[in-house]
């Protein structure tokens, strides 16, 4: 079982990029997904989940307006678009799957975890 993150890159202040997060091994379509980062000397944090269906999401207020998670369960894919970015944005992403159908947003409540893509956001 494993989840591949990808995307990850340099851009500019006010830049966009969208992440993906591809799972192999197993059937995550009825999974629930989130996006987690982890920015230099910071504890990880949460930054998006969604639903199994796509039909529920939530994010963290400091990207609230600027990131838009979905996904595609035919793909077994998860896609963060992520716009508007800061400096602060800067951070190691991660996604993660929990065998459940809801929305979570704490990271005990997610099973597996992928590698990790990093994002370098310049000012």
């Known amino acids: 079982v494993q989840l591949q993150a990808s995307g990850g890159g340099l851009v500019q202040a006010g830049g966009s990029l969208r992440l993906s997060c591809a799972a192999s091994?197993?059937?995550?379509?009825?999974?629930?997904k989130g996006w987690f980062r982890q920015g230099p000397g910071k504890e990880r944090e949460f930054v998006a989940a969604?639903?199994?269906?796509?039909?529920?999401?939530t994010y963290a207020d400091s990207v609230k307006g600027r990131f838009t998670i979905s996904r595609d369960n035919a793909k077994n894919t998860v896609y963060p678009q992520m716009n508007s970015l800061k400096p602060e944005d800067t951070a190691v992403y991660y996604c993660?799957?929990?065998?459940?159908?809801?929305?979570?947003?704490?990271?005990?409540?997610?099973?597996?975890w992928g590698q990790g893509t990093l994002v370098t956001v310049s000012s």
């Open positions: 993660a799957a929990a065998p459940a159908p809801l929305v979570f947003t704490r990271k005990d409540e997610y099973d597996y």
């Open positions: 091994g197993r059937t995550f379509s009825s999974y629930a």
């Open positions: 969604i639903n199994w269906s796509g039909t529920s999401t």
